[in-house]
């Protein structure tokens, strides 16, 4: 008995693999790759988007508190002159 090609041994139930399987394979992975390329430019897009409207929303806050401020002022002024 030889165990020689021991671990050449294809698990029960798993086809040979052919040799265009080896091709439909390569295909396969490249296509799978550009998806992933594509995806994570999307991702950029999304990312460099969130930290645009972020600076927009930190930018309006702002400014909510300055008229606020100036509402707050003007409520106390009125106030006074009663």
Do not use: C
């Amino acid at each position: 008995m030889s165990f020689n090609d021991f671990g050449a041994v294809t698990a029960w139930g798993e086809p040979e693999q052919q040799p265009g399987d080896i091709v439909k394979d390569a295909i396969r992975k490249e296509k799978i790759l550009k998806e992933i390329a594509a995806a994570q430019g999307d991702l950029q897009a999304l990312v460099a988007r969130v930290h645009s409207v972020q600076s927009d929303v930190d930018k309006l806050t702002s400014e909510n508190s300055t008229l606020q401020m100036y509402i707050d002022n003007l409520t106390m002024q009125m106030a006074k002159r009663k």
